[in-house]
């Protein structure tokens, strides 16, 4: 979270940048801002998960109020991190970041070879040995990912049921209504988004 030293200069920043006025509100409200929904519908209650690099934020938001909120320490980082040990340890190739987002946002069910291309060696003084580049074919399908997501999964899935739970039956009525908002980069993640809309959906009301 930003000091309010931090937030006072970024105020003034944009101030001086041209702007007429500034608001600043909470990222749970930014997010439903930034979703085109009102946060200020009464009858209205959303779940907001904020999947990030590092942190996952889980607020619930209604009539512009934070209701309730948690945060865990995992995000997309520690999927990367586990894909990529898993594609050195097993296939021993080292993987871009470009080539884990791919692997985690557009790896079908079935499986698929993926080409990885590396570039030739060099030898002494920075000269081209001239040997061809190297290629690899991983291959990948959704169990990878699959492990590399159920950590998070469960870790955020839990934290927002203890979230839910201490709302009233009406507020967790709402906000089985209104569903979950999924954010950030990790909600590009198929798997990642699905997994955890099923394991909050078996504690909201029938």
Do not use: Y
């Given at each position: 979270?930003?000091?309010?030293?931090?937030r006072?200069?970024?105020?003034?920043?944009?101030?001086?940048?041209?702007?007429?006025?500034?608001?600043?509100?909470?990222?749970?409200?930014a997010?439903?801002?930034?979703?085109?929904?009102?946060?200020?519908?009464?009858?209205?209650?959303r779940?907001?998960?904020?999947?990030?690099?590092?942190?996952?934020?889980i607020?619930?938001?209604?009539?512009?109020?934070?209701?309730?909120?948690?945060?865990?320490?995992?995000?997309?980082?520690?999927?990367?991190?586990?894909?990529?040990?898993?594609?050195?340890?097993?296939?021993?190739?080292?993987?871009?970041?470009?080539?884990?987002?791919?692997l985690?946002?557009?790896?079908?069910?079935?499986?698929?070879?993926?080409?990885?291309?590396?570039?030739?060696?060099?030898g002494?003084?920075?000269?081209?040995?001239?040997?061809?580049?190297?290629?690899?074919?991983?291959?990948?399908?959704?169990?990878?990912?699959?492990?590399?997501?159920?950590?998070?999964?469960?870790?955020?899935?839990?934290?927002?049921?203890?979230?839910?739970?201490a709302?009233?039956?009406k507020?967790?009525?709402?906000?089985?209504?209104?569903?979950?908002l999924?954010?950030?980069g990790?909600?590009?993640?198929?798997?990642?988004?699905?997994?955890i809309?099923?394991q909050l959906?078996?504690i909201?009301?029938?």
């Amino acid at each position: 979270d930003a000091s309010p030293g931090e937030r006072d200069r970024l105020v003034t920043a944009i101030l001086l940048a041209g702007a007429g006025a500034v608001q600043l509100t909470t990222q749970p409200l930014a997010a439903v801002i930034g979703a085109a929904e009102s946060p200020s519908d009464p009858n209205r209650a959303r779940i907001v998960v904020d999947l990030g690099e590092g942190i996952t934020d889980i607020a619930v938001v209604a009539d512009r109020q934070l209701i309730a909120s948690a945060a865990v320490r995992l995000g997309l980082a520690d999927i990367r991190e586990h894909i990529e040990r898993e594609v050195r340890e097993e296939q021993g190739v080292e993987l871009r970041p470009a080539e884990v987002m791919a692997l985690i946002t557009q790896t079908p069910t079935a499986g698929c070879w993926l080409p990885v291309e590396r570039a030739p060696s060099r030898g002494r003084h920075g000269r081209d040995k001239r040997r061809r580049a190297l290629q690899h074919l991983l291959l990948v399908n959704s169990a990878i990912v699959a492990r590399a997501t159920e950590g998070v999964i469960e870790a955020v899935s839990r934290n927002a049921s203890n979230v839910l739970r201490a709302l009233t039956w009406k507020d967790i009525a709402a906000v089985a209504h209104d569903g979950i908002l999924l954010t950030g980069g990790g909600a590009l993640v198929p798997t990642l988004s699905r997994g955890i809309a099923e394991q909050l959906a078996s504690i909201f009301p029938e």
